[in-house]
């Protein structure tokens, strides 16, 4: 299937209406008349936003599985840009990330603010990695009154909020961080943000345990814990570790036991996690 256009939506939804072997009577509704589909199908005419989510609802597809379906099945633009700015972070790849923000689209937005951010998530993985590496004021501020300033956040908010939280102030981070768990059963209950809130959720906790708030990083996480089923064995794992940093700061276990762990993440092939953890303990040595 060739890369689509808007101007081929129509295309798309025969295809996709047509390979789960339904006619357009079988779509046809009051509030969608076969007219109306047959002039979308052929290009002639777009729906409304309430119709075409009507048809799509109609054909036993979610909105984001016909999204899915347009972006040829793969990450939107922008989450695709997401995905190689995590795997440069990962890789500590720090001329990677400095050449991307170099090379840095910034006709990909229309909405100015919305490239300064994305920027400032690229600048911000910089200086996690290279504490050098500097964020204007005039950024923080541009953050800070974005994120302030919108009231109900998507899977962007959740998403520039998760990878900036780092360099916020103390106060801000915990008057957002509650705001988010005030609302984050809109944003549990959505599959494809579900993920997204528990990766949020434990950065929140991981940067509260570096600045020494261990009130609020309990708090959050027995928040997380709540949130938690049996498929959540990733946020599940980390979760007993962030736990143990704080048993170790009270004195009830010793480090050993920390390092126990993660070795023993190792030896049953959760390489990942366990080179999460490990470089935890690396950047923020436990008797600091």
Known sequence: MRKLNLMNLGE????????????????ACSGLSQSQLSKFENGQTMLSADKLLLAI???HMSFSEFEHAFYQYEDSPFFKQARIISDLHIAKDIAGLKDLLLHYDCDSESYSVYNQLNKLVIKCALYDLDSSYTVSEEEIELLTKYLYGIENWTEYE???????LHI??????????K??????????????NRHRTQLVLINIVFSLLERNQWYYAKLFMNHLDSTLTYQDM???TVLIFQN???DYKES??????????IDKMKEIKQTDVANILQDYINNHPLDE
């Open 158 to 164: 959740l998403y520039i909020f998760g990878n900036t």
């Open 234 to 236: 990733f946020a599940k």
């Open 12 to 27: 798309l939804y025969r295809e996709l209406r047509i390979a789960r072997g339904l006619k357009m009577k079988d779509i």
């Open 168 to 177: 916020l102030s103390d106060n801000d981070l915990i008057f957002l961080s």
């Open 179 to 192: 705001s988010l768990i005030e609302r984050d059963a809109l944003y549990l209950s959505i599959p494809s």
């Open 244 to 246: 143990m940093i704080l």
């Open 57 to 59: 609802s109609s054909i």
């Open 252 to 261: 009830k276990i010793r480090k050993d036991d920390i390092q126990n762990y």
